[in-house]
């Protein structure tokens, strides 16, 4: 070992959990070993005059208010448990859930889908292009799970907002096929 031990070093070596390195350096540096001799020195001291007398009842008034008036005017640190991230990804989780709500709601009215003009298939409904493949279920799913006030809130702002009512056939067709590819991608 080049250097001397550091003063953690040195407590540690003179209460004896020192690792084996330490040890070996004291025996032969001088310096260290006088300041280990030291540390035990005083720890001997403190165990003879370990009758330390409790403090008044004042003391201990009078110290909590000085560390109160001390804190006081320290700044709270802002710590975030997911720094940035569970803003993006509540917003991103509300917007599905309300354009599911949404969807939902279109779909038991029967207002989503192919129009009769459309060139869309005799027997396709809007809730046979919505839950193909069983998407739509999980969908249905998903949001079972949520709060029921949290379910009304959301169906609440869903029959307020509902933009889906302004798209067309052929943008309504487009947002459930943007929407399924958005869920094959989640999987």
Do not use: Y
């Amino acid at each position: 070992m080049s250097t001397h031990l550091t003063p953690a070093e040195v407590v540690s070596v003179a209460e004896g959990h020192g690792r084996e390195v330490l040890l070996r350096h004291v025996e032969v540096c001088a310096v260290c070993r006088a300041e280990v001799d030291v540390v035990r020195a005083v720890e001997i001291d403190l165990r003879a005059n370990a009758a330390v007398p409790e403090p008044s009842p004042l003391f201990w008034d009078h110290f909590s208010r000085r560390v109160r008036e001390a804190t006081a005017h320290e700044p709270v640190p802002l710590v975030s448990w997911w720094p940035g991230r569970w803003a993006t990804g509540l917003a991103a989780g509300a917007a599905v859930v309300v354009l599911a709500v949404t969807l939902s709601i279109q779909l038991s009215r029967g207002v989503v889908g192919p129009s009769r003009s459309d060139e869309a298939s005799p027997d396709a409904s809007p809730a046979t292009l919505a839950s193909d493949d069983g998407r739509w279920d999980d969908m249905v799913h998903m949001a079972a799970q949520l709060p029921s006030d949290q379910m009304s809130d959301l169906v609440a702002i869903a029959e307020t907002t509902s933009l889906v009512d302004d798209l067309t056939s052929e943008e309504r067709r487009t947002l459930l096929r943007l929407i399924s590819m958005e869920m094959k991608d989640a999987q």
